[in-house]
Nanobody
Framework: QVQLVESGGGLVQPGGSLRLSCAGSGIIVSTNTMGWYRQAPGKAREYVASIGSRNTTVYADSVKGRFTISRDNAKNTVYLQMNSLKPEDSAVYYC?????????WGQGTQVTVSL
């Protein structure tokens, strides 16, 4: 029943920006802590950022000052604004609730930072 659909990824040059979206169905984004995760080839999925039901935000050290997580409750959608992108940000980006529910993982959206 629950589905989280990530979108907005693409190819961008170092220093560029992208805005990712996570559209929820069967889950109310505003009443859950929601998080963004990413996974690069050959590496484990890692935590990127999260936003709580009271709009408290937390970021991994690697993205602090560059990424901003937000949500639009009317659209039941979580966003990740990514600025000053680096090649090491390249990965498939996923969203989920926190605590993570394994069955909530979607297909993710590919972000590639390259010249």
């Amino acid at each position: 029943q629950v589905q989280l659909v990530e979108s907005g990824g693409g190819l961008v040059q170092p220093g560029g920006s992208l805005r990712l979206s996570c559209a929820g169905s069967g889950i109310i984004v505003s009443t859950n802590t929601m998080g963004w995760y990413r996974q690069a080839p050959g590496k484990a999925r890692e935590y990127v950022a999260s936003i709580g039901s009271r709009n408290t935000t937390v970021y991994a050290d690697s993205v602090k000052g560059r990424f901003t997580i937000s949500r639009d409750n009317a659209k039941n959608t979580v966003y990740l604004q990514m600025n000053s992108l680096k090649p090491e940000d390249s990965a498939v980006y996923y969203c989920n609730r926190i605590p993570v529910r394994p069955d909530y993982w979607g297909q993710g959206t590919q972000v590639t930072v390259s010249l």
